[in-house]
């Protein structure tokens, strides 16, 4: 059963810019708080993003990505990570995933989610 699907990954040269988009099925993104996360080869998953619950849609984001990086939720139940200013530094495979239980508030915490995507490859170049 495949419940969150990542999509948007490629490859970008530096100072470029990338939507990624997050599709779930069989629940609505808008009922938890949803996230980004990333994860480099031979690295930890860290968090970049965050979006709260319903429609208050309150944000909150990795220092690396404070004025870069959106965090996004459409009414169609997709939920984004549109990039800007990319730098090799970000290349890593991104994850979406959904939290434990229905919040406002937002959190970068890998502990506080329990329901993963696949993930999908971004590769900035200089």
């Known amino acids: 059963q495949v419940q969150l699907v990542e999509s948007g990954g490629g490859s970008v040269q530096s100072g470029g810019s990338l939507t990624l988009s997050c599709r779930a099925s069989q629940f609505p993104t808008s009922d938890y708080p949803m996230g980004w996360f990333r994860q480099a080869p031979g690295k930890e998953r860290v968090g970049v993003a965050s979006?709260?619950?319903?429609?208050?849609?309150?944000t909150t984001y990795a220092d690396f990505a404070k004025g870069r990086f959106t965090i996004s939720r459409d009414n169609d139940n997709v939920v984004y990570l549109h990039m800007n200013s990319l730098q090799p530094e970000d290349t890593a495979t991104y994850y979406c995933?959904?939290?434990?239980?229905?919040?406002?508030?937002?959190?970068?915490?890998?502990?506080?989610?329990?329901?993963w995507g696949q993930g999908t490859q971004v590769t900035v170049s200089s």
């Open positions: 979006i709260g619950a319903y429609e208050f849609r309150r």
């Open positions: 995933a959904r939290g434990s239980y229905a919040t406002i508030t937002p959190v970068l915490s890998v502990a506080s989610y329990t329901r």
